[in-house]
């Protein structure tokens, strides 16, 4: 009689006993499976949590550094390239240089691949007596920002002045009582006041601003400038130094300096941006981090516990499936059936409720872990779990049931049928 047959013949016999040591296994399984499944799913809920923070995150850092781009951007250009042989002892006493270039030093910068400047504006600046209004003022031309032909174009610090127009200073336009509308006279040549400058507190207040060419053929200075403002680069690390050398290498016969403490106030105000944006994603992930890691121990806690208890249950009914069958037992040895063959009856039960356990107690497990989890997603089927599981719990099985089946083998058939 094969044993496969006895075995099936056992099941169905003892369907109760098959049911429990089933649902044990089952359960084991489940608790396993549930875990790792919620375990994945807090990770992939934490991956989007991430890139959900990330994302805001970066708005928030981009809108950041938007504001204190157009704080900063009210300093206004914070390098100034002039002519070599310009003293800058007289740039710091008269707010201009005396010294003159070739307005075509801008153009030559707009085309160099440069990753250390920003925002070009040649300027021509002198001061002068307005011969219709006896005033000593600075006259300014302008042709508004130069591109970079090699850059994205960013949006202008300073718009040109339109031809036939001016931008008055503070003090010129209170005091001669000018509004916006007037028209003007300098050197003979008529302008429209396009704007009314607030004051500012310094030289701007007495400074007319107007189109660069008409500044120039005023001051009889065609094609000519004595100042190009820029504004350094931040974003790429640059540092007067390189700047100097950068704009040196396509220059020579210009210099650069620095005005004031602005550029360190830019790089100030974007690092702080990027700091606060890297602070709050590391302090989410630190978050996330300690949850898992809660879940984690109390996993370890309690699916040895779910396990070891399943064991228990298993051996415990194993050994009431040993005492009921105590008689066939004896029988089957007294007809010349040995011990391995006895043990192999009970193995092989083991075998199958572990085998279908681990089957149902996966899908169980991964459809309960979803539903707690709160995600249904092909993602979570995972195959090595699987494996592990389909030939884990058969082991575990076997184990539970070996003790019981080595003693119902080893039973004597005599002292059985006698007791019978």
Known sequence: MKIRYLVQKEIKR???????????????????????TMLEIYDLRTKEIVQKKEQETKERMDSLEDDYRKITKQLGFNLLILPKNQNISDVYANDFASKFMPEEYVEILANTKSMLIRHL??????????????????????????????????????????????????????????????????????????????SRGNIDDITIWIDLKESQELLNKPGKINAI?????????????????????????????????????????????????????????????????????????????????????I??????????????????????????????LFLLKAFWIGIIGAFCGYVLGIGGGSILGG???????????????????????????????VIASRQDPAEVLKEE
Not at 14 to 36: D, E, Q, T, W
Not at 234 to 258: A, F, M, W
Not at 259 to 264: D, I, P, W
Not at 395 to 401: K, Q
């Open 315 to 344: 051996v415990f009914l194993f050994m009431g499936n040993v005492r009921e069958r105590k008689s066939e037992i004896g029988i089957l040895r007294a007809v010349g059936v040995n011990e391995v063959s006895i043990m192999k």
């Open 14 to 36: 003892r369907k109760l006993n098959f049911a429990l040591c089933l649902l044990s296994v089952i359960v084991a399984v489940v608790s396993v499976c549930s875990v790792f």
């Open 121 to 198: 504006l040649p300027s021509l600046q002198q001061k002068i007596v307005w011969p219709e209004k006896h005033r000593t003022i600075v006259l300014a031309g302008t042709r508004g920002e130069v591109p970079f032909a090699h850059k994205a174009p960013k949006e202008p610090m300073m718009v040109a002045v339109p031809k036939g127009t001016m931008i008055i200073g503070y003090e010129l336009h209170q005091s001669l009582g000018v509004k916006v509308g007037d028209k003007l006279r300098i050197m003979n040549r008529e302008f429209t006041v396009q704007k009314c400058n607030e």
């Open 229 to 313: 403002l820029a504004l350094s680069c931040h974003c790429h690390g640059g540092n007067l130094g390189k700047i100097r050398d950068e704009v040196n290498s396509v220059l020579p016969e210009t210099q650069v300096y620095e005005k004031g403490s602005r550029v360190l106030i830019r790089a100030e105000a974007r690092d702080r941006a990027a700091k606060e944006a890297k602070e709050a994603i590391q302090a989410e992930i630190k978050q996330r981090k300690d949850l898992r890691k809660e879940r984690e121990n109390l996993a370890a806690i309690i699916v040895p516990l779910v396990l070891l208890t399943s064991v228990v249950w």
């Open 375 to 405: 995600l249904f997603s092909t993602s979570l089927v995972n195959v090595p779990l699987f494996v592990a599981v389909i030939i884990l719990a058969p082991l575990l099985s076997i184990i539970a049931a070996w003790v019981p089946a």
